[in-house]
């Protein structure tokens, strides 16, 4: 039985589980049935040219975790920002960790998408917004099907959430192989401000395929920051499908640092349905051995008077691979849109690839783009000049390679990530020097 | 303290110093003048341990060690310092860490632990303060947008920073009007010592009003075709190179 098979006969098992009401019951049959149509997407489509899922695929995986597994704190903290305080929501094999979790429902709500979705309390809000901004392909369709956990986020008007929330997702590899489907629903009200640091963890060297869909709402002057640390196992995939739905005056950054797993893939999507809006959108990749990233993005300029920020650095070694592909659509009443692009891809070895495609699609005639992709070496005229002052070949290039990509960190606004980052980058390079730039 | 011995070398098969001697003791100075493309700052470079250079026969000795198979890291680890005539801009890293990093990883070589902070710092300001760098200066991305007086000024400050052994200044003088140049031929003076020697590599006489050698050699055509004291910059100025290409080439 293959995975797309496979799927739809669990979703039969999980529909006769279901305790929730006929409205989110017809979402998600209308899913499911969706992804029956579509299938996986393949290589003949041309978001996905660059990027095939047949070997991701073709594994056994294990699609409903049948036990709940325990993790100590001790085990797993090197995956959490542990130095600031934090609200965290855990999640391990897809299921809710309670033990490793600190929810809230003070003035906010931290809490869990599977009691969003079952208790009344939630149901406004659930449909408001659930579903409303993930695109109805494949793959966030697959997710809304069997969508059943992950983060509940809702920060009320003007409320500055006082410190960031973390959400996790552990792999524990009690199976040989097991696809985990996080479900995450983040609304912040008008004025409201949240940071919000997201990872995928896998704790074995088993296989991992996670399709995950987070969709964000930024009401008015909203605030909202993400921070997406991919540094996974090298026998994990990832597909992130995340929609960011801003209204005017708001401002909502994603920040990507992916520099592990086997296969990436972010789909990442920003609508601006307001005035006065900035989406920001940085970027850090570095990879080594076989491993292949795919940044997918779109903003799309919808009213007028926006901005968006989109600056991804990439260094590729050994036979990894990357890819960017970048759309920018400003509809005919957009004028004035201010939307910058920039792509710049660093090769360590002759055998790495990355393919980086800019797409703009204008419509209003006021209006400022720029976009821009290189794709280099080192320079080695600025790696004599730092031996030549004692700096050794490795350590060298490791210093050009963060300074390549620092002014992507510049942009971190908790220093605690900035500097987990950065020693991450550090050990992914071998070297043992504090970047302390 | 500096010995090349019959030094020849090349870059893509063509061949650019064709046999040099040159000796330097500990407390000189010495000029390296000579007519563009005489191979002047190929000296320079292979001295460095530019790895583009091929050398293809000949010695470079420091202290009686021999540095023909060491890299570039390993000869500033010893104690060789080249001022580049064109230094890098490096975009993302400040002057102050690059310094920093600079001198922690030749510590490291010596197997000494990183500096403290606090003497770092103090080094930092005493050297800042003699090329009269401006603090705010050195918080900046290396050489980027530095003017040519700002990017020499910031070679001498490494300098000060790393006291080498043996400092060889490239067209420093450069792009330097007269008040950059007064700054950093003072900073060199006051660094010189009895223990550490300077090789100047100029095309004019100006640098060396300023920085005042005990030899000066004329390069050309990758030799040294005429040494002599101070005076000899004085007649190279008067009278240019032609009257050495006539010598060389009869």
């Given at each position: 039985m293959d995975l797309k098979e496979k799927l739809l006969s669990s979703y039969l098992i999980l529909e006769d589980q279901l305790h929730i009401d006929t409205s989110l019951q017809d979402i998600k049959s209308d899913a499911i049935k969706l992804f029956k149509e579509k299938g996986f997407p393949s290589k003949k489509e041309e978001a996905w040219k660059y990027t095939s899922l047949n070997k991701v695929l073709k594994e056994d995986y294990n699609i409903l975790a049948k036990q709940d597994t325990a993790l100590e704190y001790s085990d797993v903290k090197?995956?959490?920002?542990?130095d600031i305080e934090s609200y965290k929501l855990v999640f391990i094999d897809g299921k809710y960790s309670s033990h490793l979790s600190e929810t809230t429902h003070d003035g906010i709500d931290v809490c869990l998408m599977s009691s969003a979705l079952t208790k009344p309390k939630y149901k406004t809000v659930i449909d408001g917004?659930?579903?409303?901004?993930?695109?109805?392909d494949s793959l966030p369709s697959l997710n809304t099907a069997f969508a059943n956990e992950g983060a509940y986020i809702h920060i009320p008007k003007n409320?500055?959430?006082d410190k960031p929330i973390q959400i996790i997702n552990f792999s524990?590899?009690?199976?040989?192989a097991s696809m985990v489907q996080p479900r995450n629903l983040i609304v912040v009200e008008e004025n409201a401000q949240v940071q919000i640091i997201e990872r995928h963890q896998s704790l074995s060297s088993n296989a991992v395929l996670t399709n995950s869909v987070t969709e964000v709402f930024a009401d008015k002057r909203a605030i909202v920051d993400i921070y997406k640390i991919q540094n996974d196992n090298a026998t994990a995939s990832l597909i992130d499908n995340t929609f960011i739905k801003q209204k005017d005056n708001s401002i909502a950054s994603v920040h990507t640092f992916a520099f592990g797993g086997k296969l990436i893939r972010n789909n990442l999507n920003f609508y601006q349905n307001g005035e006065h809006i900035d989406s920001i959108l940085k970027g850090v990749t570095i990879l080594s051995d076989k491993q292949h990233v795919d940044h997918n993005t779109l903003v799309h300029?919808?009213?007028?008077n926006c901005e968006s920020h989109q600056d991804y650095k990439g260094i590729f070694g050994d036979q990894s691979t990357g890819v960017f592909n970048g759309k920018i659509i400003v509809e005919k009443?957009?004028?004035k849109t201010n939307a910058f692009q920039s792509n710049n891809n660093i090769l360590l070895s002759d055998k790495a690839t990355v393919n980086t495609k800019p797409q703009l699609e204008i419509f209003a005639d006021d209006v400022k783009c720029s976009h821009g992709c290189t794709i280099g070496q080192l320079d080695e005229s600025a790696m004599f000049y730092m031996r030549s002052r004692g700096i050794p070949e490795k350590e060298a290039k490791a210093l050009l390679m963060y300074a390549f990509s620092n002014n992507v960190l510049s942009s971190v606004r908790i220093p605690e990530i900035k500097q987990r980052i950065t020693n991450i980058i550090a050990k992914k390079l071998g070297v043992n020097i504090g970047f302390d730039l | 303290m500096l010995k090349i011995k019959d030094l020849h070398a090349s870059v893509e098969g063509k061949s650019i110093l064709k046999g040099i001697n040159l000796e330097v003791k500990a407390g000189e100075v010495h000029a390296i003048m000579g007519p563009n493309g005489a191979g002047k700052s190929t000296l320079a470079s292979v001295v460095a341990g530019k790895?583009?250079?091929?050398?293809?026969s000949g010695d470079i000795v420091l202290s009686d060690e021999?540095?023909?198979?060491?890299?570039a890291e390993e000869r500033a680890h010893k104690g060789v310092f080249l001022s580049f005539q064109y230094p890098v801009e490096i975009p993302g890293v400040s002057v102050t860490n690059f310094i920093k990093t600079a001198i922690n990883e030749t510590r490291k070589a010596k197997g000494l632990e990183d500096m403290p902070a606090k003497d770092m710092l103090k080094l930092i300001r005493e050297k800042s303060e003699l090329l009269e760098i401006?603090?705010?200066?050195?918080?900046?991305?290396?050489?980027?947008?530095?003017s040519g007086g700002e990017k020499k000024r910031n070679e001498i400050f490494q300098m000060a920073m790393l006291e080498p052994k043996l400092a060889i200044l490239d067209?420093?003088?450069?792009?330097?009007d007269i008040d950059a140049l007064r700054i950093v031929a003072n900073g060199v003076n006051k660094l010189k010592s009895k223990d550490n020697a300077v090789v100047v590599i100029t095309?004019?006489?100006?640098?060396l009003d300023y920085i005042v050698p005990d030899y000066v050699h004329v390069l050309y055509d990758g030799k040294i075709v005429k040494s002599g004291g101070k005076e000899l910059a004085h007649e190279l100025e008067e009278k240019g190179y032609d009257w050495i290409k006539e010598e060389v080439n009869a």
């Open positions: 090197k995956y959490f920002i542990h917004y659930f579903n409303k901004a993930a695109t109805q409320k500055l959430v524990t590899g009690n199976e040989a300029h919808i009213e007028p009443e957009a004028q | 790895e583009d250079y091929e050398v293809e021999n540095l023909n198979e060491l890299d401006d603090r705010k200066f050195l918080s900046r991305s290396l050489n980027e947008g530095f067209e420093t003088d450069s792009g330097l095309h004019y006489q100006r640098l």
